[in-house]
Structures are given as structure tokens and as C-alpha cells.
Nanobody, 121 residues
Framework: QVRLVESGGDLVQPGGSLRLSCAAS????????MDWHRQAPGKQRELVAR???????NYADFVKGRFTISRDNAKNTVSLQMNSLEPEDTAVYYC???????????????WGQGTQVTVSS
């Protein structure tokens, strides 16, 4: 009843930019923290950036100054602007959100299906 759908992944050259978007839909009362995570082949999934409902942000050290996370609470969306992309940024990027459904009091973590970002010349 709750879905997260990412979009915006693509093949881009080193130094290029991409903007990822994630839209939450369904039986939603409130969305708390929204994150972007990524998983490269053979590696564990890692947190890239997090934004709270009030707009406070946290970034992994490896993306500070290059990536910007933002959200639109009215539209239940979160975005990740990625600049100065490096080959090491190649990964599947996942959106995650802490959501309270309209018919529940408990907050659950929901994940999107992922979107592929490939940085290569």
C-alpha cells in the first residue's frame, strides 16, 4: 500500500551531473527521514545522504560538497542532485523513507527498487 519509485539513473561521463528523484505514494500519514543509499557491485549498501522532515541534512563524507539532497513534503518526494560524478559513484541508488501509514501508528522503513547510476567515459 506504500510504494517508493526512483527515477533519474543513467550513464554519465566523469565530472558530469545527474538528478535522482524518488516519489512515495499510497496510504501515507506522514514521512519522517528520507534517505538515499547506494550499493556498488561486491560492496555493502551504504548511506549517501539523509534529510529529516524539517529539512536537516546529513551526508556521507565521500559526497560532501558534490551531492545535495532535498525534499518536497507536499509531494512526498525526495531528490538527490549529484555533481562532479566520479567512476567510484557507480552503483544502484536506493531511496528509503520512514513512513507512518494512515491506518497504523507504527513507523516502518520502506525502500524503492533502485536506479542504476554508471559513471564512465
Amino acid at each position: 500500500q506504500v510504494r517508493l519509485v526512483e527515477s533519474g539513473g543513467d550513464l554519465v561521463q566523469p565530472g558530469g551531473s545527474l538528478r535522482l528523484s524518488c516519489a512515495a505514494s499510497g496510504n501515507i500519514r506522514v514521512i519522517n527521514d528520507m534517505d538515499w543509499h547506494r550499493q556498488a557491485p561486491g560492496k555493502q549498501r551504504e548511506l549517501v545522504a539523509r534529510i529529516s522532515r524539517d529539512g536537516s541534512t546529513n551526508y556521507a563524507d565521500f559526497v560532501k560538497g558534490r551531492f545535495t539532497i532535498s525534499r518536497d513534503n507536499a509531494k512526498n518526494t525526495v531528490s538527490l542532485q549529484m555533481n562532479s560524478l566520479e567512476p567510484e559513484d557507480t552503483a544502484v541508488y536506493y531511496c528509503k523513507a520512514l513512513i507512518q501509514r494512515s491506518d497504523q501508528y507504527v513507523v516502518y522503513a520502506y525502500w524503492g527498487q533502485g536506479t542504476q547510476v554508471t559513471v564512465s567515459s
